[in-house]
């Protein structure tokens, strides 16, 4: 056999499925244009199986719905179309709003969550989900302060029960008195600052229950109008009562006088009123 002959059975013809093998490893981008090969989206396509696979979903993207986001540099009617496509009304009127159930429509807390919520760009979505999230927040706070008045008040007529013993109703009766004939009756819905009302204020009550109690023992039981009272005395004033009844050499020390028994019980009474 020839030398010939040997290097033709030596070398046989490469299969064709090894053939394509080796030309689809080969450098794929040699083959497109040279100022597009190093394009940055390129990077990351190994060959042109995988260039014509990221070709199809480009095409199926074409006619989405997308929303492009502008630059920093974004002027507002830029923004205006942005919001526009994500679903934002035409106008502030677009917005629906409704208060929870028992609570009363403020039209200028409603007007103004419409225009504001218009002027950032939420969805109506979203618009209501933050309307509805304020009236629940407001609700509860309410609710909470509302339990903090009734304690507070609690705690106020406590105090002045104890102050006043026997007289509190007389004091509350003459300071509402003075109040409603000398001031005006609203005074006493009057918030302060910290929330609590003027007339729920120990100061204030003993204030005008003192002023009312003044103008009634001092300058005439019908001075007040419509006011009555019961007669009953504050621990201080019983107290005081007592030392009177207990003045050294009155009636109080002397088994013999004729009016020792009815200093016994007299003190015997404003006692009680002191520690009741």
């Known amino acids: 056999m020839s030398e010939e002959q040997v290097a033709e059975v030596s070398a046989p013809e ?26 940055r989206s390129l990077e990351h396509i190994n060959d ?38 994500l679903g934002r009304p035409q106008d502030p009127a677009g ?35 933050m309307y509805d999230s304020y009236n629940n927040l407001y609700m509860q706070l309410n609710e909470s302060s509302a339990v903090d008045v009734e304690q507070y008040r609690a705690t106020t007529e406590a105090t002045l029960r104890q102050e006043y013993g026997q007289a509190f109703e007389d004091r509350l009766n003459q300071g509402y008195g003075v109040v409603e004939q000398f001031g005006n009756p609203d005074l006493m819905e009057m918030q302060l600052a910290d929330g609590t009302l003027l007339g729920d204020h120990p100061e204030f009550i003993k204030m005008v229950g003192e002023v009312g109690n003044f103008i009634q023992t001092k300058v005439g039981e019908d001075t007040l109008e419509g006011v009555r009272t019961t007669g009953g005395i504050t621990p201080d004033e019983a107290q005081q009562k ?30 009680e009123m002191i520690h009741s």
């Open 14 to 39: 490469m299969a064709p499925e090894v053939a394509q093998s080796v030309d689809t490893t080969a450098d794929w981008r040699t083959s497109i244009p040279e100022e597009i090969r190093g394009h």
């Open 242 to 271: 007592l030392s009177e009844l207990r003045q050294p050499n009155s009636p109080f020390w002397d088994a013999r006088h004729p009016e020792h028994h009815y200093y016994v019980e007299q003190a015997m009474k404003y006692q």
């Open 95 to 129: 917005y629906e709003f409704s208060p929870p159930e028992g609570m009363e429509v403020d039209q200028n807390v409603q007007d103004w969550f419409r225009q504001t919520a218009h002027e950032i760009g939420l969805t109506a979505t979203q618009a209501k989900q």
């Open 48 to 85: 042109v199986g995988a260039l014509a696979k990221s070709y199809v979903h480009a095409q199926s993207m074409i006619g989405a719905d997308k929303v492009v986001i502008p630059g920093k540099h974004a002027t507002a009617d830029e923004w205006s179309e942005v919001y526009a496509k």
